[in-house]
């Protein structure tokens, strides 16, 4: 039988192909979906139930997140094993704790309402729905009043965010897992500085996909070069961004992949940071 897999108002789709995704075994809590088309199977429920694993195949490995781990200075035999023991090793881990502090989380709210999404609100007041690119634990979204997704590439993340009422899944910005003009709104905030610079024109133009004609785009930015990131980004030998990259692609000169697709209404730039508020065409 087929599944028409909803949620809330917009249909997940195969991340590599577009293609219907149908529930082949289990249930709608714990299950394995597979595409129709590319037949590329994924897991339901693996890590928080309901909730799909629609990464590509390289991501779908706790190595991954061990390595981001290792990057922050944490012990890796600290690292939660995959799903059971999420929930009662968690205090265990600073860097969880810190973001389920009541209080740094409001503190940290308050100063990013107040500079990077009261024009946003604004903005997205009569429309429908915001999708999050790199939620993390649902932070940012916990400030939007709108129906509300968010994606993330970490599991321990995405377990923290629906255990505190907000959507999220597992997926990677690069190959979104939803259908074409889904979004009246995306935000991305601090998360697109993670993706490797030869991947930003895929990047781009997959943001472009999801978000309907007219839609609104909030990015905040900031450059990944202290010797922290460095050792995560060496980790995956990977190109990520310096310097260099991060004013070629993101300054005054690269926002031409942008606006390709968006016209930017906002740009603002405050030291190594910078802040664009984007329409699209």
């Keep these: 039988m087929l599944l028409l897999f909803f949620i809330s108002d917009y249909e997940l789709v195969c991340p590599e192909c577009k293609g219907e995704l149908s529930l082949v075994s289990g249930n709608e809590l714990f299950g394995v979906l597979k595409c129709l088309r590319c037949e590329e199977p994924y897991l339901l429920g693996n890590y928080f139930p309901g909730i799909p694993d629609l990464r590509p195949k390289a991501l ?28 009662f090793r968690i205090n265990e881990i600073p860097y969880f704790m810190a973001l389920l502090n009541e209080e740094y989380f409001n503190e940290y709210s308050s100063v990013l309402e107040a500079r990077y999404l009261k024009e946003f609100k604004s903005l997205i007041k009569d429309l429908k729905n915001v999708l999050s690119i790199g939620c993390g634990c649902g932070r940012d979204l916990r400030l939007i009043e709108r129906n509300k997704v968010g994606i993330d590439l970490f599991p321990s993340n995405i377990v923290l965010a629906n255990s505190r009422g907000i959507l999220a899944i597992l997926a990677d910005a690069r190959k979104l897992p939803f259908k074409d003009n889904s979004f009246d709104a995306l935000l991305a905030i601090q998360s697109l500085e993670y993706i490797p610079l030869a991947d930003t024109p895929c990047l781009v133009n997959e943001l472009s996909r999801v978000l309907k004609p007219k839609g609104i785009l909030l990015l905040t930015l900031e450059k990944c070069i202290d010797d922290t990131d460095k050792e995560f980004y060496y980790e995956f030998k990977s190109k990520y961004f310096t310097v260099k990259h991060f004013h070629r692609c993101w300054g005054s000169r690269g926002l031409n992949e942008i606006e390709k697709y968006f016209n930017v209404i906002k740009l603002d730039k405050d030291n190594d940071y910078y802040y664009v508020l984007a329409k699209k065409y």
């Design 60 to 87: 779908r490995i706790e190595v991954f997140e061990r390595a981001w781990f290792r990057a922050f200075k944490i012990s890796t035999d600290k690292v939660p094993k995959y799903p059971k023991d999420l929930g």
